[in-house]
C-alpha cells in the first residue's frame, strides 16, 4: 500500500487539475460573454440562472448516482462530463465571436442556447464531483490515513481557492493579449487534464481499500430503488414483521416521489438549520462572481483590475482556511461558526452603508463594494469549513450523496434567485437593489444560525457564573426541595 503522504498528494493533485478546470471556464465564460454582448448584464444572468436552474432541479438525481454507482467510476465520469462540455462550450464562443458584426439573430440565440445547455451539464457534473470528492472521498480518506478531517477540509477548499486565485488573472493576462487564444487556451487544457485526473484518482482508489466499501458497488437503478422505500419498510421486512410480498408496491416510477423524498430526508437531518443559513448566503451579488464582474465592467474597471478584486478576495480566503481548523479545535465546529458568519455580517452592513451613500454608477461605488466584499470572505468561507464539518459529521455515510447534493441545490436555488435579482433589475444604475437584497440574506442567514446554536446548546452566548440563576431557582419550591434531598 502506498503512503498516505504520496496518496494524499496524488488526491491533491486530482482535485487541483479539476478545479483549475472549472474556475478558469467560471472566469472565462463571464469574460467571453460580456465581450460577445457589451453593455448589459442580461446574458451573463440568462446564462448562469439558467445553469443554476439545471442544478436546482436536477442535483438530487445526480445525489443517487454517488450514493450508488462505484466511486471512482463516478468520479471518473464527472470529469468527463466536466470536461467535454467545456471544449464545445469555447467552439461556440469562438462561433459567436465570429458572428458578432454579421448580426444573426437566429443563429446567434443558437449558439447561445447552445452553449448554456452545455454549462448545464458541465454543473451537473461538477455538483457530482463535488458531492464525491468533499463530502464522500475525504471522509473515507481521512478515516483510512488517520489524517484531522478539519485539516483535510480545509486543505481541499485552500486548492479550490488557490485555483479561484490564480485562474482569472491567468485567463486575464492571456486575453489581453488576444481573446482568441484564451478561447483555446481553455479549451486546451480541459483536454489535456483530463487524462491525468483520471490516471490519479483511479491511484488513490486503488491505495484506499475503503473507497471500494459499501452502497458503491450497486448500480444507479439499484440505488434508486433502495433510496424509495421506506425506512420503516425496511426495518420491518428486516425483522420479518412484514413478509415481502404484503409490503407496498414501490413507487420508484413517481416522479413526485423522487423529487420529494431528498427534500424530506434533508429536513429531517439535524444539521440541516445550519446547512440552510449557508445555503441563504448563495442569494448573493455581494461576491466575486458573475454578477459583481459584469457590474465592475459596466463601472469602467478592466479585466486586470477586477482579476485583482479577486485575488485580494481570495487571499482573506485562504486566511480562512488556517483559521477555520485552529478555531474549531479550540472553541469547537458551532461556536467558530457561530464568530464567522457575525464577521461577515458586519463587513457586509458596513461595506453597503458606503456603497449607498456614494455616488451611483462611479468607481467609488464599486470600490466601496470590492472593500466590504473582501474583508467579509473571512467570514464567509471559515463559517462553510465549520458548517461542512457539522455535516460530515451528522449525516449517515449512506446518505452522504443525497443530503449533499439536496444541499446543492438548494444552494443553486438561492443562487437562481439572485441571477434572477439582475434579470429584474438588469441595468447597472439598479444595481443598488440585488445588493439590498443581498445584504438581507446575510442577515437571515446569522439569524438562522443563531437559532439553531440556541436550539442546540439552550443559549447563544457564555455568561459569566455570577450572572447565572441557578436551575434550582426556576423550580417550583417542591421540586426545588426535592432535588436538593437528592
Known amino acids: 500500500m502506498a503512503s498516505g503522504a504520496r496518496v494524499l498528494s496524488r ?57 450508488g454507482l462505484n466511486r471512482l467510476r463516478c468520479v471518473q465520469a464527472s470529469v468527463i462530463w466536466q470536461r467535454i462540455p467545456v471544449a464545445f462550450s469555447c467552439l461556440a464562443f469562438v462561433a459567436l465571436f465570429m458572428l458578432r458584426d454579421s448580426k444573426v439573430p437566429g443563429l446567434e440565440w443558437g449558439l447561445f ?117 421506506q425506512p420503516a419498510e425496511m426495518h420491518a421486512e428486516a425483522e420479518g414483521i412484514l413478509p415481502s410480498r404484503v409490503i407496498r408496491p414501490r413507487i420508484t416510477t413517481s416522479a413526485l416521489r423522487d423529487l420529494v423524498q431528498p427534500w424530506v430526508e434533508y429536513y429531517r437531518n439535524t444539521a440541516m438549520l445550519g446547512s440552510l443559513s449557508l445555503s441563504i448566503l448563495y442569494l448573493t451579488v455581494l461576491s466575486t462572481g458573475v454578477q459583481m464582474q459584469a457590474y465592475l465592467f459596466t463601472l469602467g474597471f478592466n479585466s486586470i483590475e477586477v482579476s485583482l478584486m479577486r485575488f485580494a478576495a481570495v487571499i482573506v480566503e485562504l486566511l480562512a482556511t488556517w483559521a477555520a481548523p485552529i478555531l474549531m479545535r479550540k472553541i469547537g465546529p458551532v461556536r467558530a461558526a457561530l464568530w464567522f458568519i457575525n464577521e461577515q455580517l458586519v463587513c457586509i452592513g458596513m461595506s453597503v452603508a458606503l456603497y449607498l451613500a456614494a455616488s451611483a454608477d462611479t468607481r467609488d461605488a464599486g470600490f466601496s463594494l470590492i472593500g466590504g466584499v473582501t474583508f467579509s470572505r473571512l467570514g464567509l468561507w471559515g463559517f462553510d469549513l465549520c458548517v461542512q464539518y457539522l455535516i460530515q459529521e451528522e449525516t449517515p455515510a449512506h446518505t452522504r450523496g443525497q443530503f449533499s447534493s439536496t444541499e446543492m441545490a438548494l444552494q443553486n ?53 455570577c450572572f447565572v440563576v441557578d436551575e434550582y431557582e426556576k423550580l417550583p419550591q417542591d421540586e426545588a426541595t426535592a432535588r436538593a434531598e437528592e
Open 11 to 67: 488526491f491533491y493533485v486530482s482535485h487541483a487539475l479539476s478545479t483549475w478546470n472549472s474556475r478558469t471556464f467560471e472566469f472565462a465564460a463571464v469574460l467571453f460573454l460580456a465581450k460577445i454582448f457589451p453593455g448589459t448584464l442580461l446574458y451573463a444572468s440568462f446564462y448562469a440562472l439558467l445553469r443554476a436552474g439545471a442544478a436546482v432541479l436536477l442535483s438530487s438525481w445526480t445525489g443517487r448516482w454517488v450514493d
Open 113 to 229: 442556447g447552445l452553449a448554456v445547455l452545455l454549462a448545464c451539464v458541465e454543473k451537473l457534473a461538477s455538483i457530482t464531483n463535488t458531492v464525491s470528492i468533499e463530502r464522500d472521498w475525504v471522509i473515507v480518506i481521512s478515516n483510512e490515513l488517520g489524517a484531522e478531517r478539519e485539516d483535510l477540509n480545509a486543505v481541499i477548499r485552500r486548492i479550490d481557492l488557490v485555483a479561484k486565485l490564480l485562474a482569472p488573472v491567468f485567463v486575464s493576462i492571456v486575453d489581453e493579449y488576444s481573446t482568441s487564444v484564451a478561447l483555446w487556451v481553455v479549451f486546451g487544457q480541459n483536454i489535456l487534464s483530463a487524462a491525468i485526473e483520471h490516471l490519479t484518482i483511479a491511484q488513490v482508489y486503488q491505495a484506499v481499500l475503503g473507497l471500494s466499501n459499501g452502497l458503491s458497488v450497486v448500480g444507479p437503478a439499484e440505488a434508486i430503488a433502495l433510496t424509495a422505500i
Open 413 to 465: 436555488l438561492f443562487e437562481l434567485l439572485s441571477f434572477g435579482t439582475t434579470v429584474v433589475f438588469a441595468r447597472p444604475e439598479q444595481f443598488k437593489f440585488p445588493v439590498i437584497i443581498s445584504s438581507a440574506a446575510v442577515a437571515v442567514s446569522a439569524f438562522l444560525f443563531a437559532f439553531f446554536v440556541r436550539k442546540r446548546r439552550g443559549h447563544l452566548f457564555h455568561v459569566s457564573p
